[in-house]
């Protein structure tokens, strides 16, 4: 059994919070509503020592607008990766030596949020 701490990477509109648009997203006065039970998936990961991750499509240019409402909203992480586009992402990683897997993907309805995932 692996005890290194686990890795989430999670997107945020539509997973975290309710999905809003990009023009939207720019105002740093936008209010994100945050998906039942996400804040408390988050602070799970948190206690249990992940690493969070959180992607967004946004653009660069709007990471001070998106920290901002994060931060708002008490929503913390490890990492903020902004300009992660809109098309399907992949993620690859290798197996442990004896066969492990050790990359897993959920694809969730959108905003209905992260507090039912078992990770």
């Given at each position: 059994?692996?005890?290194?701490?686990?890795?989430?990477?999670?997107?945020?509109?539509?997973?975290?919070?309710?999905?809003?648009?990009?023009?939207?997203?720019?105002?740093?006065?936008?209010?994100?509503?945050?998906?039942?039970?996400?804040?408390?998936?988050?602070?799970?990961?948190?206690?249990?020592?992940?690493?969070?991750?959180?992607?967004?499509?946004?653009?660069?240019?709007?990471?001070?607008?998106?920290?901002?409402?994060?931060?708002?909203?008490?929503?913390?992480?490890?990492?903020?990766?902004?300009?992660?586009?809109?098309?399907?992402?992949?993620?690859?990683?290798?197996?442990?030596?004896?066969?492990?897997?050790?990359a897993y993907a959920y694809n969730l309805e959108r905003n209905k949020g992260i507090?039912?995932?078992q990770i």
């Amino acid at each position: 059994m692996d005890l290194r701490p686990k890795t989430i990477i999670c997107d945020i509109d539509g997973t975290l919070t309710e999905h809003i648009k990009p023009n939207q997203a720019a105002k740093i006065e936008t209010v994100l509503k945050p998906l039942d039970g996400s804040i408390d998936k988050l602070l799970e990961w948190e206690r249990s020592g992940y690493n969070i991750i959180l992607l967004t499509g946004r653009k660069e240019s709007m990471r001070s607008a998106t920290e901002a409402q994060l931060r708002s909203l008490g929503i913390f992480y490890d990492h903020l990766v902004m300009g992660v586009g809109g098309g399907s992402r992949h993620l690859i990683n290798d197996c442990k030596n004896d066969g492990t897997t050790t990359a897993y993907a959920y694809n969730l309805e959108r905003n209905k949020g992260i507090s039912s995932l078992q990770i």
